[in-house]
């Protein structure tokens, strides 16, 4: 029994190592063609090298403003998960629920669009602020999570609203542009001043974060939350 034990847990250890190579090697072929392409193109401006890129993106003041940034985004996660799993559930068991909620989510959706068309609007209500931002990023993500999840794909339905509540507070930064902190505004001064290096150590730093919290936050210890919550019902 003993020994079988161990056999499983060496098992699971190969399978995630074998997993975790299978991974990498999309990352290690699109950074590697990303230098080759960078050395012989030698353009800086078009673009830089990704060794260069890397080492902006371990900069000090990139790093206070990913945790502005992300500071906001993990409000957001908390608003979106909160109001958009219960209008979720209410869908899901609730069938007169579902006929009312439904088509008027998806006509909110589509009149205002993906938080592009209704940006306007929320800085004709309340101006150039950090609430018209958090709204931005809050908005149309808990329609998409209440939709989602009321098929019953609640994890899903959250890390979709994460990718958008994520994309949008950086695009409602860069319309706000405060200087307050924030990847959205770092972009923005970054591309005035053609400082190529860092435009794509953020790209680097916002794939990366997401991808962290995506997959570890989310999916996995998300996954398991779920899963114990639906076993005990």
Request: charged share 15%; glycine share 10%; with cysteine.
């Given at each position: 029994m003993k020994?079988?034990?161990?056999?499983?847990?060496k098992l699971k250890q190969e399978t995630r190592t074998v997993r975790w190579f299978y991974h990498s090697i999309p990352f290690i072929m699109l950074f590697l063609f990303w230098e080759l392409l960078a050395r012989v193109i030698h353009d800086p401006f078009i673009l830089p090298p990704f060794s260069a890129v890397v080492v902006s993106a371990f900069s000090p003041s990139l790093a206070y403003?990913?945790?502005s940034?992300?500071?906001?985004?993990?409000?957001?996660?908390l608003i979106i998960s909160l109001?958009?799993?219960?209008l979720g559930m209410l869908i899901r068991r609730f069938k007169k629920a579902e006929w009312a909620l439904n088509?008027?989510?998806?006509?909110?959706?589509?009149?205002f669009g993906i938080g592009i068309a209704g940006t306007p609007m929320l800085i004709v209500w309340f101006g150039l602020s950090q609430l018209t931002v958090l709204l931005h990023s809050v908005l149309m993500p808990v329609l998409v999570v209440a939709l989602i999840?009321?098929?019953?794909?609640?994890?899903t339905a959250v890390r979709v609203g994460f990718l958008l509540c994520w994309s949008l507070r950086v695009g409602g930064e860069i319309v706000e542009m405060s200087g307050d902190g924030g990847?959205?505004?770092k972009l923005s001064q970054c591309y005035f001043l053609h400082n190529m290096e860092m435009m794509y150590a953020i790209m680097l730093v916002m794939g990366f974060t997401g991808l962290f919290f995506d997959r570890v936050l989310l999916?996995?210890?998300?996954?398991?939350?779920?899963?114990k919550m639906e076993s005990r019902k």
């Amino acid at each position: 029994m003993k020994t079988k034990m161990i056999g499983d847990k060496k098992l699971k250890q190969e399978t995630r190592t074998v997993r975790w190579f299978y991974h990498s090697i999309p990352f290690i072929m699109l950074f590697l063609f990303w230098e080759l392409l960078a050395r012989v193109i030698h353009d800086p401006f078009i673009l830089p090298p990704f060794s260069a890129v890397v080492v902006s993106a371990f900069s000090p003041s990139l790093a206070y403003h990913l945790g502005s940034t992300l500071t906001f985004s993990l409000l957001g996660l908390l608003i979106i998960s909160l109001v958009g799993l219960s209008l979720g559930m209410l869908i899901r068991r609730f069938k007169k629920a579902e006929w009312a909620l439904n088509p008027f989510f998806w006509f909110l959706l589509f009149a205002f669009g993906i938080g592009i068309a209704g940006t306007p609007m929320l800085i004709v209500w309340f101006g150039l602020s950090q609430l018209t931002v958090l709204l931005h990023s809050v908005l149309m993500p808990v329609l998409v999570v209440a939709l989602i999840s009321g098929y019953g794909a609640k994890l899903t339905a959250v890390r979709v609203g994460f990718l958008l509540c994520w994309s949008l507070r950086v695009g409602g930064e860069i319309v706000e542009m405060s200087g307050d902190g924030g990847l959205g505004p770092k972009l923005s001064q970054c591309y005035f001043l053609h400082n190529m290096e860092m435009m794509y150590a953020i790209m680097l730093v916002m794939g990366f974060t997401g991808l962290f919290f995506d997959r570890v936050l989310l999916k996995y210890l998300g996954g398991k939350i779920i899963r114990k919550m639906e076993s005990r019902k």
